[in-house]
């Protein structure tokens, strides 16, 4: 692959129909320059365990240089060539993970299931990317990925969209069943054939329109501000809970606990902090209470209520235990999802609901824009019912109706 000038692009996706080749095709790139000393490549999964799955990355590896002059080292999950060229796997599933790449140096960054990964991620290791002067090999990053995940909007954007203006080229090679004649097609074919549609037509075709945004929530609707209203209508913080810890290495799977600051001013709807993390029970009681004396006795609290007796001993646990020196309400959530977060849809569509600059924003829009298709909506549902309680939806707990009324003060912070 070169560019106009006859060089290898520094940046460039290959992605689609499941099945097309395009971890083999990291690998292999990953090893075109492990003759020359002193090269060092690294290639990325989100998990561990997705490296070693049969067929992965480093089970593969293995089929292809066990045996050779390569030694492999279990302990660095890392290749040695005779030339003293490395290939190294590693894992990305969150921002701390970023701890263990600090100081390296590569000259290629793989990325398998780029959809998997935030941007904020994908962007951080083009700071690994550099080599000394006198090694002779190219910079490059290279991306592969079906359709589809919490990555898919800005894999999308950034790969298959015309580039913005000021902004360098960047290549994208489709992804085919097609075009690997190891993969028996119409045994796959027909396995995928019990997907649901969505999922289907991302993995057989490779399509990136469908299912990659449902139109909910579409980034572009947002201005990211640098300062924010001094005098609010309203100011509300709304929690959705998870009060259960994740098991080690699920911390992708598990739900989150979230936490939105929205303020309302002449119609318009500040989401000021979102607070974002996963803890047992005590965990979580701690931090919203920590977060209670930060913002402030002018912040009403709210927490949505989970069904039955369980959600309604919970409320009162916080009412009358954790958060009884606060404007604390208990509130109903009843519905599906996206009917609940129809109305800041509307109101996020027509420009009326403005971000104030944070490192929360990245992971917020992702998974905004992947709602309902994607892996987590804790924010969404955080985000809706702030929404909601600031514009008099919700359903209250019934001793709590008034509310609403007895707060639509104005506040200074």
Do not use: C
């Not at 240089?65 to 796997?89: C, M, Q, Y």
């Amino acid at each position: 692959m070169l560019d106009e000038s006859g060089n290898q692009p520094r940046e460039a996706f290959f992605g689609g129909a499941a099945g097309g080749g395009k971890s083999q095709t990291l690998l292999m790139a990953a090893a075109q320059y492990v003759e020359v000393p002193g090269y060092s490549a690294l290639i990325l999964r989100k998990t561990l365990p997705d490296l070693n799955q049969a067929g992965a990355l480093i089970p593969r590896s293995h089929e292809w240089w066990l045996g050779t002059d390569a030694v492999w080292h279990e302990n660095k999950k890392r290749w040695l060539f005779p030339s003293g060229a490395t290939i190294r796997f590693g894992y990305l599933e969150k921002r701390s993970d970023l701890d263990n790449y600090m100081g390296s140096e590569y000259q290629y960054v793989g990325f398998d299931e780029a959809t998997q990964f935030t941007l904020d991620l994908y962007r951080f290791l083009f700071s690994r990317l550099r080599k000394p002067t006198d090694l002779d090999v190219p910079l490059r990053v290279r991306a592969g990925s079906n359709p589809g995940g919490i990555g898919a909007t800005w894999v999308k954007q950034r790969f298959l969209e015309p580039p913005a203006p000021g902004e360098p080229k960047r290549f994208f090679v489709p992804s085919r069943l097609s075009d690997n004649p190891s993969i028996d097609y119409e045994e796959y074919k027909t396995s995928l054939d019990e997907l649901d549609p969505i999922t289907r037509a991302q993995l057989l075709e490779g399509d990136w329109e469908v299912g990659s945004s449902a139109g909910n929530f579409m980034r572009g609707w947002y201005d990211i501000m640098d300062a924010h209203p001094t005098e609010w209508e309203r100011l509300v913080r709304y929690w959705d809970t998870a009060s259960t810890a994740p098991l080690p290495g699920q911390e992708s799977k598990a739900d989150w606990t979230v936490g939105t600051l929205m303020g309302r001013m002449n119609g318009i709807y500040w989401i000021l902090d979102v607070n974002r993390f996963q803890g047992n029970a005590a965990t979580v009681e701690n931090a919203i209470y920590q977060q209670a004396v930060n913002d402030g006795q002018w912040v009403e609290i709210f927490m949505e209520q989970e069904p039955g007796a369980s959600g309604k001993i919970m409320i009162e646990h916080y009412q009358f235990r954790v958060l009884q020196n606060y404007n604390f309400y208990g509130i109903r959530s009843t519905g599906p999802k996206p009917a609940r977060a129809a109305r800041f849809s509307a109101q996020s569509a027509a420009r009326n609901v403005k971000l104030l600059r944070g490192n929360w924003i990245p992971r917020w829009l992702d998974e905004h824009e992947s709602f309902p298709f994607g892996e987590h909506d804790d924010q969404v549902d955080s985000a809706a019912g702030a929404f909601n309680v600031l514009t008099g939806g919700g359903e209250l707990r019934r001793a709590d109706q008034s509310v609403l009324q007895r707060f639509n003060w104005r506040a200074s912070r």
